[in-house]
Protein backbone atom coordinates (compact mmCIF):
# COMPACT_ATOMS: atom_id res chain seq x y z
CA UNK A 1 0.00 0.00 0.00
CA UNK A 2 1.21 3.76 -0.96
CA UNK A 3 2.06 4.94 1.95
CA UNK A 4 -0.38 8.51 1.49
CA UNK A 5 -3.15 5.81 1.27
CA UNK A 6 -1.96 3.93 4.33
CA UNK A 7 -1.90 7.49 6.23
CA UNK A 8 -5.17 8.19 4.75
CA UNK A 9 -6.69 4.61 6.02
CA UNK A 10 -4.68 4.52 9.46
CA UNK A 11 -6.29 8.47 10.07
CA UNK A 12 -10.01 6.46 9.40
CA UNK A 13 -9.24 3.55 11.34
CA UNK A 14 -7.99 5.86 14.45
CA UNK A 15 -10.43 8.01 13.84
CA UNK A 16 -13.64 5.62 14.10
CA UNK A 17 -11.67 4.12 16.99
CA UNK A 18 -11.63 7.37 18.83
CA UNK A 19 -15.19 8.13 18.49
CA UNK A 20 -16.31 4.37 19.72
CA UNK A 21 -13.84 4.77 22.79
CA UNK A 22 -14.25 8.14 23.74
CA UNK A 23 -17.31 9.68 22.08
CA UNK A 24 -15.26 12.07 19.94
CA UNK A 25 -17.84 14.58 18.60
CA UNK A 26 -18.88 14.01 14.88
CA UNK A 27 -17.63 16.61 13.21
CA UNK A 28 -14.16 16.19 15.02
CA UNK A 29 -14.32 12.54 13.13
CA UNK A 30 -15.14 13.93 9.68
CA UNK A 31 -12.30 16.61 10.20
CA UNK A 32 -9.93 13.41 10.55
CA UNK A 33 -11.31 10.90 8.11
CA UNK A 34 -12.32 13.11 5.18
CA UNK A 35 -10.86 16.88 5.91
CA UNK A 36 -7.77 15.29 4.94
CA UNK A 37 -9.13 13.38 1.83
CA UNK A 38 -10.42 16.49 0.71
CA UNK A 39 -7.03 18.50 1.29
CA UNK A 40 -4.71 16.25 -0.12
CA UNK A 41 -6.47 14.00 -2.76
CA UNK A 42 -5.76 15.01 -6.58
CA UNK A 43 -8.59 12.68 -7.75
CA UNK A 44 -11.50 13.04 -5.83
CA UNK A 45 -14.72 10.57 -7.43
CA UNK A 46 -16.77 12.92 -10.45
CA UNK A 47 -18.55 12.09 -12.92
CA UNK A 48 -20.72 14.15 -15.64
CA UNK A 49 -24.35 14.12 -14.43
CA UNK A 50 -26.02 15.05 -18.37
CA UNK A 51 -29.76 15.20 -18.72
CA UNK A 52 -30.71 18.63 -19.41
CA UNK A 53 -31.15 19.86 -23.20
CA UNK A 54 -29.74 23.12 -22.54
CA UNK A 55 -27.94 25.56 -20.17
CA UNK A 56 -28.02 24.42 -16.54
CA UNK A 57 -28.93 27.55 -14.52
CA UNK A 58 -29.80 25.78 -11.19
CA UNK A 59 -28.11 23.43 -8.54
CA UNK A 60 -29.12 22.79 -5.23
CA UNK A 61 -27.87 19.42 -2.94
CA UNK A 62 -30.50 18.95 -0.35
CA UNK A 63 -30.17 19.27 3.02
CA UNK A 64 -29.25 15.56 3.60
CA UNK A 65 -26.83 15.17 0.46
CA UNK A 66 -29.06 12.56 -1.03
CA UNK A 67 -30.82 14.14 -3.65
CA UNK A 68 -29.55 17.41 -6.42
CA UNK A 69 -32.24 19.38 -7.97
CA UNK A 70 -30.98 21.34 -11.16
CA UNK A 71 -33.25 23.58 -13.77
CA UNK A 72 -32.30 24.77 -16.93
CA UNK A 73 -33.30 26.75 -20.22
CA UNK A 74 -35.51 23.67 -21.43
CA UNK A 75 -37.77 24.69 -18.27
CA UNK A 76 -37.53 20.96 -16.75
CA UNK A 77 -36.68 19.75 -13.10
CA UNK A 78 -34.46 17.07 -13.01
CA UNK A 79 -34.18 15.58 -9.51
CA UNK A 80 -30.49 13.07 -9.06
CA UNK A 81 -29.99 10.59 -6.80
CA UNK A 82 -26.23 11.04 -5.71
CA UNK A 83 -25.39 8.45 -4.62
CA UNK A 84 -26.96 6.12 -7.84
CA UNK A 85 -25.68 9.10 -10.16
CA UNK A 86 -22.29 8.77 -9.04
CA UNK A 87 -22.10 4.92 -9.13
CA UNK A 88 -24.54 3.85 -12.01
CA UNK A 89 -25.64 4.95 -14.84
CA UNK A 90 -29.24 5.69 -13.63
CA UNK A 91 -30.97 8.72 -15.36
CA UNK A 92 -32.19 11.28 -13.29
CA UNK A 93 -36.28 11.72 -12.50
CA UNK A 94 -38.18 14.40 -14.66
CA UNK A 95 -40.55 16.29 -12.73
CA UNK A 96 -42.47 18.64 -15.60
CA UNK A 97 -43.08 22.22 -14.14
CA UNK A 98 -45.63 24.88 -15.59
CA UNK A 99 -42.59 27.19 -16.34
CA UNK A 100 -43.00 28.66 -19.78
CA UNK A 101 -39.80 30.23 -19.42
CA UNK A 102 -36.03 29.17 -18.35
CA UNK A 103 -35.56 28.31 -14.79
CA UNK A 104 -32.94 30.34 -13.04
CA UNK A 105 -33.48 29.02 -9.41
CA UNK A 106 -34.14 26.27 -7.32
CA UNK A 107 -34.18 25.16 -3.91
CA UNK A 108 -35.03 22.29 -1.17
CA UNK A 109 -37.57 22.94 1.67
CA UNK A 110 -35.91 22.19 5.01
CA UNK A 111 -37.65 18.83 5.41
CA UNK A 112 -36.45 17.80 2.35
CA UNK A 113 -39.65 16.94 0.99
CA UNK A 114 -40.21 19.75 -1.56
CA UNK A 115 -38.86 21.72 -4.16
CA UNK A 116 -39.45 25.79 -5.53
CA UNK A 117 -38.34 26.83 -8.62
CA UNK A 118 -38.21 30.15 -10.05
CA UNK A 119 -38.03 31.15 -13.47
CA UNK A 120 -37.80 34.52 -16.30
CA UNK A 121 -41.76 33.90 -16.54
CA UNK A 122 -42.02 35.56 -13.02
CA UNK A 123 -43.44 32.28 -11.70
CA UNK A 124 -42.57 30.37 -8.87
CA UNK A 125 -43.68 27.01 -8.45
CA UNK A 126 -43.59 24.39 -6.08
CA UNK A 127 -42.88 20.67 -6.32
CA UNK A 128 -44.06 17.51 -4.18
CA UNK A 129 -41.28 15.17 -5.69
CA UNK A 130 -42.66 12.06 -3.90
CA UNK A 131 -45.29 12.41 -6.37
CA UNK A 132 -43.79 14.33 -8.87
CA UNK A 133 -46.75 17.07 -9.13
CA UNK A 134 -46.36 20.61 -8.69
CA UNK A 135 -48.61 21.77 -5.79
CA UNK A 136 -48.46 25.28 -5.77
CA UNK A 137 -47.82 28.46 -8.68
CA UNK A 138 -47.27 32.32 -7.05
CA UNK A 139 -47.25 34.54 -9.99
CA UNK A 140 -44.91 37.47 -8.97
CA UNK A 141 -44.16 40.56 -11.02
CA UNK A 142 -41.31 39.87 -12.96
CA UNK A 143 -38.29 37.43 -13.37
CA UNK A 144 -37.29 35.43 -10.80
CA UNK A 145 -33.24 35.50 -9.98
CA UNK A 146 -33.16 33.13 -7.34
CA UNK A 147 -34.92 31.51 -4.23
CA UNK A 148 -34.64 30.63 -0.56
CA UNK A 149 -35.61 28.66 1.57
CA UNK A 150 -36.25 29.48 5.50
CA UNK A 151 -34.05 26.68 7.67
CA UNK A 152 -36.54 26.36 9.89
CA UNK A 153 -40.34 26.72 8.39
CA UNK A 154 -40.93 24.37 5.50
CA UNK A 155 -43.80 26.68 4.12
CA UNK A 156 -41.67 30.01 4.13
CA UNK A 157 -39.32 31.17 1.14
CA UNK A 158 -37.64 34.26 0.45
CA UNK A 159 -37.38 35.45 -3.58
CA UNK A 160 -35.27 37.78 -5.33
CA UNK A 161 -36.53 39.48 -8.65
CA UNK A 162 -35.73 41.70 -11.16
CA UNK A 163 -38.15 44.52 -10.21
CA UNK A 164 -35.83 45.12 -7.29
CA UNK A 165 -37.89 43.10 -4.89
CA UNK A 166 -37.05 40.72 -1.60
CA UNK A 167 -40.46 39.09 -1.29
CA UNK A 168 -41.16 36.28 1.45
CA UNK A 169 -43.95 33.88 -0.01
CA UNK A 170 -46.04 31.46 2.72
CA UNK A 171 -47.29 28.44 1.06
CA UNK A 172 -50.14 28.33 3.57
CA UNK A 173 -51.77 31.42 2.67
CA UNK A 174 -53.90 31.32 -0.80
CA UNK A 175 -51.83 31.59 -3.97
CA UNK A 176 -53.33 35.04 -5.61
CA UNK A 177 -51.71 36.22 -1.26
CA UNK A 178 -49.39 38.85 -2.31
CA UNK A 179 -46.48 38.31 -0.74
CA UNK A 180 -44.51 40.70 2.29
CA UNK A 181 -41.97 42.49 0.89
CA UNK A 182 -38.82 43.00 2.44
CA UNK A 183 -37.05 44.84 0.29
CA UNK A 184 -38.46 47.28 -2.84
CA UNK A 185 -34.92 48.60 -4.81
CA UNK A 186 -34.67 50.36 -7.87
CA UNK A 187 -32.71 47.59 -9.70
CA UNK A 188 -32.44 44.18 -9.80
CA UNK A 189 -32.38 42.32 -7.26
CA UNK A 190 -29.91 38.98 -8.22
CA UNK A 191 -29.70 37.30 -5.00
CA UNK A 192 -31.40 36.18 -1.43
CA UNK A 193 -30.47 33.76 1.28
CA UNK A 194 -31.35 33.17 4.56
CA UNK A 195 -29.20 33.27 7.52
CA UNK A 196 -28.65 29.56 8.41
CA UNK A 197 -28.94 30.50 12.19
CA UNK A 198 -31.26 33.30 12.66
CA UNK A 199 -33.88 33.23 9.92
CA UNK A 200 -34.58 36.30 10.90
CA UNK A 201 -31.98 38.13 8.74
CA UNK A 202 -31.90 37.62 5.12
CA UNK A 203 -28.64 39.13 2.46
CA UNK A 204 -28.83 40.12 -0.37
CA UNK A 205 -27.26 40.92 -3.82
CA UNK A 206 -28.63 44.21 -5.66
CA UNK A 207 -27.25 45.29 -9.18
CA UNK A 208 -26.82 48.84 -8.08
CA UNK A 209 -26.96 48.94 -4.29
CA UNK A 210 -24.57 45.99 -4.01
CA UNK A 211 -24.59 43.91 -0.39
CA UNK A 212 -28.01 44.24 2.28
CA UNK A 213 -28.61 42.94 5.43
CA UNK A 214 -32.29 42.60 5.80
CA UNK A 215 -34.46 42.13 9.14
CA UNK A 216 -38.19 40.65 8.71
CA UNK A 217 -38.89 42.55 11.74
CA UNK A 218 -37.47 46.20 9.79
CA UNK A 219 -39.20 45.53 6.34
CA UNK A 220 -37.09 48.42 3.68
CA UNK A 221 -34.62 49.43 5.93
CA UNK A 222 -31.37 47.22 5.48
CA UNK A 223 -27.49 47.96 6.53
CA UNK A 224 -25.71 48.08 3.38
CA UNK A 225 -21.97 46.99 3.12
CA UNK A 226 -19.56 48.93 1.82
CA UNK A 227 -16.90 48.02 -1.45
CA UNK A 228 -15.72 49.62 -4.31
CA UNK A 229 -18.13 48.37 -6.78
CA UNK A 230 -21.73 47.88 -5.92
CA UNK A 231 -22.50 45.98 -8.61
CA UNK A 232 -23.48 42.13 -6.86
CA UNK A 233 -24.80 38.99 -8.61
CA UNK A 234 -24.14 36.50 -5.55
CA UNK A 235 -24.31 36.18 -1.91
CA UNK A 236 -24.01 33.73 0.39
CA UNK A 237 -23.99 33.08 4.30
CA UNK A 238 -21.11 30.94 5.92
CA UNK A 239 -23.08 27.90 7.99
CA UNK A 240 -22.56 29.54 11.18
CA UNK A 241 -24.55 32.55 9.87
CA UNK A 242 -21.93 35.25 10.88
CA UNK A 243 -19.73 35.65 7.75
CA UNK A 244 -20.75 36.75 4.16
CA UNK A 245 -19.39 36.01 0.92
CA UNK A 246 -20.34 38.49 -2.76
CA UNK A 247 -19.11 38.27 -5.94
CA UNK A 248 -18.92 41.68 -7.82
CA UNK A 249 -19.61 42.38 -11.44
CA UNK A 250 -15.73 43.23 -12.76
CA UNK A 251 -14.30 42.46 -9.94
CA UNK A 252 -13.29 39.98 -7.33
CA UNK A 253 -14.91 38.06 -4.42
CA UNK A 254 -15.41 40.13 -1.21
CA UNK A 255 -15.56 38.54 2.46
CA UNK A 256 -17.26 40.35 5.57
CA UNK A 257 -18.58 39.63 9.15
CA UNK A 258 -22.03 39.92 9.29
CA UNK A 259 -21.81 42.52 12.27
CA UNK A 260 -19.32 45.29 10.31
CA UNK A 261 -19.92 47.24 6.78
CA UNK A 262 -16.51 47.01 6.09
CA UNK A 263 -14.70 44.18 4.24
CA UNK A 264 -12.77 42.05 6.00
CA UNK A 265 -11.15 40.69 2.78
CA UNK A 266 -11.36 41.12 -1.01
CA UNK A 267 -9.84 38.76 -3.34
CA UNK A 268 -7.78 39.05 -6.40
CA UNK A 269 -6.37 37.54 -9.42
CA UNK A 270 -4.97 38.60 -12.11
CA UNK A 271 -6.46 36.40 -14.66
CA UNK A 272 -9.84 36.55 -13.13
CA UNK A 273 -12.64 38.98 -14.70
CA UNK A 274 -16.19 38.95 -13.95
CA UNK A 275 -17.71 40.77 -16.77
CA UNK A 276 -20.88 39.57 -18.32
CA UNK A 277 -23.61 36.50 -17.08
CA UNK A 278 -25.01 36.10 -13.85
CA UNK A 279 -22.40 33.84 -11.66
CA UNK A 280 -22.69 32.63 -7.74
CA UNK A 281 -20.25 32.13 -4.99
CA UNK A 282 -20.53 29.44 -2.01
CA UNK A 283 -18.84 28.62 0.99
CA UNK A 284 -17.12 25.14 1.21
CA UNK A 285 -15.22 22.77 2.98
CA UNK A 286 -15.86 21.21 6.54
CA UNK A 287 -15.00 24.33 8.26
CA UNK A 288 -16.58 27.00 5.59
CA UNK A 289 -12.48 27.23 4.71
CA UNK A 290 -12.81 27.54 0.90
CA UNK A 291 -14.24 30.36 -1.33
CA UNK A 292 -15.89 29.13 -4.54
CA UNK A 293 -16.60 30.98 -7.59
CA UNK A 294 -18.80 29.50 -9.88
CA UNK A 295 -18.51 30.02 -14.00
CA UNK A 296 -20.53 29.39 -16.45
Same mark, same amino acid.
Given at each position: ? #???????????????????????????????? =??????HS?????KD??????? =??????????????????????L??? =??????? $???? +???????????????? $??????????????????H????????????????????????????I??T??? #????????????? +???????? $?????????????? +??????????????G?? $???????????????????? =??????? +??????????????????????????????????????????????? #????????
Amino acid at each position: M #ENGKQNGFMKMLHGLSDREIYGTPLHHFKHEA =VGHRLAHSQSLMKKDLRGHFGC =VNAIEFSSNGKYIASGGDDRRLLLWD =VGHSMLD $DKTP +DVIETLHISNINSCCF $DCQDEKIATGGNDGQVIIHDFGVHQSTGVYGLSDAVYCLSADPLNSTILATAND #EGKAQIIDTRLSM +DTIPFVLA $DLDSAMHSIMYNPV +DPRLLVTANSKHGIGLW $DIRMPLKCLNYKSTIQNCMS =VRFNSLG +DKIMALRRRSGPVLYDVGKPNPIYEFDYSTYYNACTLKSCSFAGLRD #EVYIVYLN
